[in-house]
């Protein structure tokens, strides 16, 4: 029985051309076994502006931009902006 102390974690990046906005897919495994992680605390569906998770929850995807293009969080919590803004 593995008790998955090594992990493997992949990430691609994506450019929603529509929107002109990026996501970044996020998958984790045990380098063990290869027994996929689920992850936990995210709706399933699209998030663009924050955080959500494939329907078998085996994909994060996060919502991600270049540096300085929008507010980071702590900019957003010191100045009262929501993330609609």
């Given at each position: 029985?593995?008790?998955?102390?090594?992990?493997?974690?992949?990430v691609?990046?994506?450019?929603?051309?529509?929107?002109?906005?990026?996501?970044a897919?996020?998958?984790?495994?045990?380098?063990?076994?290869?027994?996929?992680?689920?992850?936990?605390?995210?709706?399933?569906?699209?998030?663009?502006?924050?955080?959500?998770?494939?329907?078998?929850?085996?994909?994060?995807?996060i919502?991600?931009?270049?540096?300085?293009?929008?507010?980071?969080?702590?900019?957003?919590?010191?100045?009262?902006?929501?993330?609609?803004?």
């Amino acid at each position: 029985m593995c008790e998955h102390h090594n992990f493997s974690a992949n990430v691609n990046v994506v450019r929603l051309e529509d929107t002109k906005q990026f996501m970044a897919e996020i998958t984790v495994k045990c380098a063990e076994c290869g027994k996929p992680f689920q992850f936990l605390g995210l709706s399933p569906g699209l998030d663009t502006g924050g955080a959500s998770v494939s329907v078998d929850g085996l994909e994060a995807q996060i919502a991600i931009c270049p540096e300085g293009s929008k507010p980071n969080p702590f900019q957003r919590m010191a100045f009262g902006i929501t993330r609609t803004q």
